[in-house]
């Protein structure tokens, strides 16, 4: 099993909360994006992607977050509800916020780039008063990214979040999810990821962002330390991903589990993540034993990156499973032995 245990009698199985954005993606992909002239808007955000993953994936999703008084603010809400997830607890900026804009530019299968704008965003204008206690205490686990973190008053709000979470009893899951945009200084990224890190059951996180949340504690720690260090205060579970080396998970109980990555011919090198996080928390929730939560994590991240958007081409269950019995008998195993 995976050594989490979730109080069946609650409404929602996950509230995310954090980063919504609208993304632009070229058409005419394979070019510079100065001269790309045909793009496909989408719902972006990494937290609003595994909302999205998750809901497609038969789970109750809840989002708390914040979007523009704008048409692209009622693109969001009509999507999420569509989708099936709650957006009771959306609400809309007041003073002319908006959501962010991200432009992809895919150059080729292994080189993307993104080009942000992100001022006076929306998302960050979460504050204390949108965060509500029965709300959280509806959820089974609430999952925080490392975005919300980056500016005040959003960073208030995920820590009530926190907070309140860990009052009531709802799982906390740290989704990292690192960009440099808004941080002013890596002294402030390891100040607050380490402070949600302490108190999170489930984190998942690159070698780079968990270098990043531990800058202040201990330079250099290696996988095995640093998943020590988190069973130590409060982890579960600790997910370490190495990108094309694959990833692990590390349990409380002192089990590795290794996968590695499910081959694809990619159309972009972004969007795995989000997948991989859907895919490994569906995986969870189901009550899985880890290595199989890793494999469908895994298998939906390669789904995801030959794929053109983040959300509209997220898979169902019975996709991944499709791809992963398929992609097996071509490739073979994919779980990373010794």
């Known amino acids: 099993m995976n050594n989490i245990k979730f109080d069946s009698s609650r409404k929602f199985d996950l509230i995310l909360l954090g980063r919504v954005t ?8 394979f070019h510079p994006l100065e001269e790309s002239t045909t793009f ?11 909302s999205v993953g998750i809901s497609r994936h038969g789970l109750k999703a809840g989002f708390i977050g914040k979007v523009s008084d704008d048409q692209f603010g009622n693109f969001v809400v009509n999507y999420f509800n569509k989708e099936g997830v709650d957006t009771s607890h959306i609400t809309r900026c007041k003073n002319g916020e908006k959501l962010g804009l991200t432009f992809t530019e895919i150059l080729s299968p292994t080189e993307s780039s993104i ?16 965060v509500d206690e029965e709300y959280i205490k509806s959820a089974k686990a609430i999952l925080i990214s490392g975005t919300s973190l980056s500016e005040s008053p959003s960073r208030e709000a995920a820590l009530k979040a926190v907070m309140l979470a860990k009052k009531n009893k709802t799982k906390i899951i740290f989704d990292i999810d690192y960009r440099e945009y808004n941080w002013k200084n890596k002294d402030e990224i390891s100040i607050y990821y380490s402070a949600v890190a302490r108190e999170a059951d489930i984190i998942l996180g690159s070698r780079e962002e968990f270098d990043l949340t531990e ?20 982890a579960k579970i600790v997910v370490i991903k190495h990108g094309k080396h ?26 795995g993540g989000d997948g991989y996080a859907s895919g490994f928390l569906y995986g969870i929730f189901m009550g899985w034993n880890v290595i199989d939560c890793l494999e469908f994590g895994s298998a ?39």
């Open 40 to 50: 496909k808007k989408y719902v972006g955000g990494s937290p609003a992607n595994i």
């Open 215 to 234: 800058k202040l504690i201990e330079s250099g720690r290696t996988d095995e330390q640093t998943a020590k260090a988190w069973h130590n205060e409060n």
């Open 246 to 271: 694959g990833s692990t998970a590390y349990t409380k109980d002192g089990q590795k589990y290794s996968i590695k990555p499910f081959p694809v011919k990619a159309l972009k090198s972004f969007g």
């Open 115 to 130: 080009l942000m704008y992100r001022n006076r965003i929306a998302d960050l204008q979460l504050s204390v008063d949108d």
């Open 300 to 338: 939906e991240a390669s789904m995801m990156v030959r794929s053109h958007s983040c959300t509209e081409e997220l898979p169902n269950p019975d996709e991944v499973k499709a791809f992963i019995k398929e992609t097996k008998e071509k490739y073979g195993e994919m779980i990373a032995r010794g």
């Open 22 to 29: 609208i993304d632009f993606n070229p058409v005419d992909y």
